[in-house]
């Protein structure tokens, strides 16, 4: 199965490292041209592989979640919090905050684990995902998840509200940023280009929304399911500055997210051409883990591989 | 009891207005209609704190609810069939589940929007949002209501939901008359023995017109104007229940799940036995018509709340 989704996945590969890029060309590279410190992304890779680590120990103990997509969001949102939002544990109400919504809520295992990590909960709670009587709900929760900015899981919502935050932000000549990751299955809902529009229309440049573009919702291929492409020239054809890149190359995340927060005057998508699973073998591409968690012995062997890769990394360092 | 027709859009308007000068963080948003929510007023006055959102209702809601994240109180208005079914999920996941401080006001709620038929006439917005935890609902009855509403709805934490209808209405009271007046407390309107008729919104005028004819026939009613549909007044429906032992409950809503069904849930869980009556839109989508034909055609006028009474003390 996935034969489809390992076409793009390899149309993808090809298109990354053969250094040919259609929209490259036509757009021109317009990053900042300098490569990342190289001590930065090995760490922010390092803490990427932790935070799957913590993903798939979740949703083992939960016995229930969603590990495909979770996998997925790790790297953005890895860099987001570990690097290039300007956020502050201490202060998670702070009014000149850089704010993150997670639109695709059923990732939450991937952000409640970010934020537990940053500091903004006791990382012990992440053990009681999903039990009751603890902080951390299914999907996200606003008012009593600290760092959690909106309460999400019913696709759709999450770029209308990073929408009304970035218009706050706006008219208090604020200087904070909103990111806002969407699942590319997510944006068959209709309500996802009321926004797309709206956002466009009041010129929202200090809105960045991430697409998590790993090709695969539950019922399939995305393209079977409701073909999204040409993805690309839709967010463009909305007003919308658009990037396209390799979503689990932290380096070029990092690079993307700054080029989108010194574009000016149009708010900025950034396309993650993303794997669903990424990270654990069995997963990969494969839809069976959209909804389901992991076995028993599928837990084993994705602890097993992330601490061959976390040794490999550490050793690289 | 004056009456001089206002219309409550305009009150919504102006009071818009005035709370925009005490709060600076009070911002409007509409969606293509702020000529006839009157939110124009404010947009007018305030451009910078007004957000056109176009007929895009779902992206409308959850902005607000984002710009409520950022200590702003947005105030979010279109008609009330779209205010509230149109964007159910938005509602529940991003105001009431999130406990946003949102504050929805509808127009044209009820079947007086008229012409424009079933599809415009919202009659089931006041179950819709009653249902949702966290949510507070009103139905004012007059400009001068709808003005100290939309005050607490500013001054006061929370999601809210409020609904006029399209039509000038009768002025029922003066601004001292609603000094104190306060969320989840009815008014007493008018004193009475034999019946409490306790109304919400356009209808408290209609059972006020109908009060004066029941005098007529020796019958003296208690009107209760229940501007707050939740959380609604226990105490007050107990009282009425106990002091005159008859209800009957009039909006111009659904019978079902709107003020009728929150006053028939406490007469039943208080135990308290009392001739009672709903009277509304029954289970029915209406139709195009002048308000006043609707009003005679699906009973909601004076005479029909006089026979309804009538025939609810015969029992």
Redesign the interface.
């Known amino acids: 199965m996935g034969n489809r989704a390992d076409f793009y996945t390899n149309y993808f590969y090809i298109k990354k490292h053969s250094g040919v890029c259609f929209h490259l060309l036509i757009n021109g590279w317009g990053g900042t041209l300098k490569p990342y410190d190289e001590e930065v992304i090995k760490k922010l890779d390092i803490i990427a592989v932790k935070i799957r680590r913590h993903v798939i120990e979740m949703l083992y103990r939960a016995k229930s979640g969603h590990p495909g997509g979770s996998l997925s969001a790790v790297d953005a949102i890895v860099a987001l919090y570990f690097h290039h939002m300007n956020d502050n544990p201490k202060k998670p109400e702070d009014?000149d905050r850089d704010r993150f919504i997670l639109s695709k809520g059923h990732a939450a295992p991937t952000l409640y684990a970010v934020l537990a990590e940053c500091g903004y909960f006791d990382v012990k709670e992440l053990k009681r995902l999903r039990e009751i009587n603890s902080i951390l709900q299914g999907h996200p929760?606003?008012?009593h998840i600290p760092g959690v900015?909106?309460?999400?899981?019913?696709l759709?919502?999450?770029l209308?509200?990073?929408?009304?935050?970035?218009?706050?932000?706006k008219?208090?000549k604020k200087k904070y940023n909103v990111y806002v990751m969407l699942g590319d299955g997510e944006t068959d809902e209709?309500?996802i280009w009321?926004?797309a529009?709206?956002a466009s229309?009041?010129r929202l440049d200090n809105l960045t929304a991430l697409l998590d573009r790993n090709f695969l919702q539950i019922d399939g291929n995305t393209e079977d399911v409701l073909r999204l492409e040409s993805v690309y020239d839709r967010w463009s054809s909305f007003g919308w500055h658009v990037r396209e890149i390799d979503g689990h190359d932290i380096d070029q995340i990092l690079d993307a997210l700054q080029m989108a927060d010194d574009h000016k005057n149009q708010p900025t998508m950034i396309i993650l051409n993303t794997v669903k699973g990424k990270g654990v073998s069995f997963m990969e591409n494969n839809v069976d883990f959209h909804g389901v968690p992991p076995n028993e012995m599928e837990y084993k062997l994705a602890m097993s591989e992330f601490d061959m890769l976390l040794r490999k990394l550490e050793e690289a360092s | 009891m004056s009456k001089e027709m206002v219309n409550p859009r305009n009150a919504y308007g102006e009071t818009l207005v005035e709370l925009g000068k005490k709060h600076s963080n009070l911002v409007v948003l509409d969606a293509d209609l702020s000529k006839s929510t009157k939110t124009i007023m404010f947009a007018k006055k305030y451009p910078e704190r007004f957000f056109e959102m176009g007929i895009a209702e779902a992206n409308m809601i959850s902005a607000a609810a984002g710009l409520a994240s950022c200590g702003k109180i947005p105030f979010v208005s279109t008609f009330a069939v779209f205010a509230t079914g149109r964007v159910y999920d938005q509602i529940r996941m991003d105001v009431a589940y999130s406990n946003a401080n949102v504050k929805i006001f509808a127009t044209h709620g009820g079947i007086s929007v008229g012409k424009d038929g079933a599809s415009h006439q919202m009659i089931e917005d006041l179950a819709l949002m009653r249902v949702l935890p966290n949510m507070t609902v009103f139905a004012p009855s007059d400009a001068t209501q709808t003005k100290k509403i939309v005050q607490l709805m500013a001054e006061t934490k929370g999601p809210m939901y409020a609904r006029v209808g399209r039509a000038d209405a009768p002025l029922i009271y003066k601004t001292e008359d609603l000094k104190d007046m306060k969320i989840g407390r009815g008014l007493t309107v008018k004193d009475g023995d034999d019946i409490s008729i306790i109304a919400c919104g356009t209808m408290v005028n209609h059972v006020l017109d109908a009060r004066e004819k029941l005098l007529k026939d020796g019958i003296s009613a208690r009107i209760i104007d229940m501007h707050t549909i939740k959380p609604i007044d226990t105490d007050l429906i107990i009282k009425c229940a106990k002091e005159t032992g008859a209800i009957l409950t009039a909006e111009e809503h659904s019978v079902i799940g709107g003020l009728g069904s929150a006053v028939a849930e406490i007469l039943a869980e208080k135990g308290l036995t009392c001739r009672f009556k709903r009277l509304g839109v029954n289970d029915i989508f209406c139709e195009s018509g002048a308000p006043a034909d609707l009003f005679e055609k699906y009973k909601l006028n004076a005479k029909h709340i006089v026979k309804t009474t009538s025939a609810l003390l015969e029992q």
Not at chain 1, 160 to 169: D, K, R, T, V
Request: glycine letters at 18%.
């Open positions: 009014p929760v606003s008012f900015e909106a309460s999400t899981g019913s759709g919502h999450g209308s509200f990073a929408n009304g935050i970035a218009l706050a932000g008219a208090d209709g309500q009321e926004a529009a709206v229309h009041y």
